[in-house]
């Protein structure tokens, strides 16, 4: 949230934090001294908004999922990278905890902080430079910010998730999946450099090249070891046009092969696949296919035009601007707004199959789900990446050469969100048993024992990098985490 707006719904609740304030010398855990000792800092010099009052700590307990809540004692809007160290370094000494929220597009509490401080990271959102190949952005800034702001050099990012509505500094912290990762990979995976906060209150930069361990332990480390404050992320030629096909199939079987094929022939820029139940009960499968191109070059209809023989039909290819295409949300999210079904509870599901168990366990999942259970505007998707192209460490995948992303996005009637909950406990579950891995942005409690399992290999190294850049516990706690 910008910090103009948070000065309007909290005049008399937010106030200016200060980096050398002097705390109370109550140290006590519970909320209300932790909120007591908050509201006691001395306000003498700059560190971010406060806000206390009860509306704005009311939207930092809730999130897109609306499955759990967890009230902060504050909500800090920092304006810059040294008001994230004065946070918290001030938490550190105090005992609390922190945890960063872009747009609040999580779905099981990831970003609350049960009587800490979230940082609404929506106060720093500029995007500060485009060149020719990269672009450095605020961590807060949405990727429609870095879109439209690359776009007027006919540049753009090389994978966008479909919604754009989210942080940079959020989806870098998870992965960060869309159309184009069978070619690209994750969005961890084009960034060129990253500024950040570690637990401890130290700002660094690191690459490839320099502080590579708090590189690889940011991306896709859910926000355990550091905040991000601002990225450098790589660039690619846009193109003009986008060319889109949607084809279907009456047999999951047949989709998963040609969505696999298309991945392999390296023929689309765009590669997704959806399933939608039939006013039979039955389901419909859908590839989505697109190709970007120019005025001058054009794609030949007749070598680009899938061969679909086991297609059930191929709806006529629609021509985009580039620009329209990338954003092809937009228009949804206003008719879920306008319905409703935007602020319904979304108990979602992510998980990455190995190809060879893709077709075997979507059917089991399909067979125990209804339009009611799924929700008037839910959906699913099942698509191929391949797990080559997906490098950043604490991106977890399958032991395979292609994963399918499998995505069961439900919108639910409130007060239904705990049998969702508790299926996709159950159905994660049966992934496990077939060697899936979770991405992890799910509606899922998971506990110490599963998040051991979930890194593997790489537990040991989560672990020591959380001593290294977070050694006091302070940030990101997992309110919503079993025991």
Request: aromatic share 8%; glycine share 8%; proline share 5%.
């Amino acid at each position: 949230m910008p910090t103009s707006i948070c000065r309007s719904r909290c005049s008399r609740s937010c106030r200016r934090w200060s980096a050398t304030g002097t705390p109370s010398t109550d140290s006590s855990r519970t909320g209300s001294s932790r909120r007591s000792s908050i509201n006691a800092f001395d306000t003498s010099l700059s560190v971010g908004r406060l806000c206390t009052d009860e509306v704005r700590l009311a939207q930092a307990a809730d999130d897109f999922g609306h499955c759990v809540s967890a009230r902060p004692a504050a909500v800090v809007v920092p304006g810059s990278t040294a008001e994230v160290q004065g946070v918290i370094s001030y938490a550190r000494t105090r005992g609390l905890r922190v945890a960063a929220r872009g747009a609040g597009h999580s779905t099981y509490g990831q970003s609350q902080c049960a009587d800490g401080i979230v940082l609404d990271m929506t106060g720093l959102r500029a995007v500060h430079e485009v060149a020719a190949d990269r672009v450095v952005v605020d961590a807060g800034a949405l990727w429609s910010d870095v879109v439209d702001a690359s776009l007027t050099r006919r540049l753009t990012p090389p994978v966008l998730t479909d919604y754009l509505g989210t942080t940079v500094g959020g989806t870098l912290s998870v992965g960060g999946f869309g159309g184009a990762s069978h070619r690209h990979g994750a969005q961890t995976d084009n960034v060129l450099a990253l500024e950040v906060v570690t637990g401890t209150g130290t700002r660094l930069t690191c690459s490839a090249t320099e502080n590579r361990e708090l590189f690889d332990s940011v991306r896709g480390g859910l926000g355990r070891f550091g905040v991000i404050t601002r990225a450098t992320l790589s660039l690619t030629p846009a193109r003009e046009r986008t060319r889109w096909y949607r084809i279907w199939y009456d047999d999951l079987a047949f989709f998963l092969a040609d969505e696999q094929r298309f991945v392999d022939e390296g023929m689309y820029d765009h590669v997704q696949g959806r399933i939608i139940p039939a006013a039979d009960g039955t389901w419909r499968y859908r590839i989505e296919l697109a190709r970007h191109y120019t005025r001058r070059q054009p794609p030949d209809a007749a070598g680009l035009f899938p061969a679909c023989g086991r297609a059930r039909d191929v709806e006529q290819a629609e021509d985009l601007v580039h620009a329209d295409f990338i954003n092809r949300m937009a228009a949804g999210e206003s008719r879920l707004r306008a319905a409703g079904d935007w602020f319904r509870p979304h108990p979602w599901l992510n998980v990455l199959l190995p190809a060879h168990a893709t077709a075997a366990f979507v059917r089991s999942a399909l067979a125990g789900l209804t339009v009611d259970t799924l929700g008037r505007s839910g959906l699913v998707m099942a698509y191929p990446v391949p797990t080559a192209r997906l490098r950043t460490p604490f991106v977890r995948t399958p032991a395979a050469t292609t994963a399918f992303m499998f995505a069961l996005l439900r919108t639910t009637a409130p007060g239904t969100e705990r049998s969702a909950v508790s299926a996709n406990r159950s159905l994660y579950e049966r992934a496990l048993a077939v060697d899936a891995v979770a991405y992890p942005v799910n509606a899922l409690p998971m506990s110490a024992a599963d998040w051991r399992r979930h890194f593997g290999p790489r537990w040991h190294d989560f672990v020591q990098a959380k001593h290294r850049f977070d050694p006091h516990g302070v940030l990101t706690p997992l309110e919503h985490e079993t025991r």
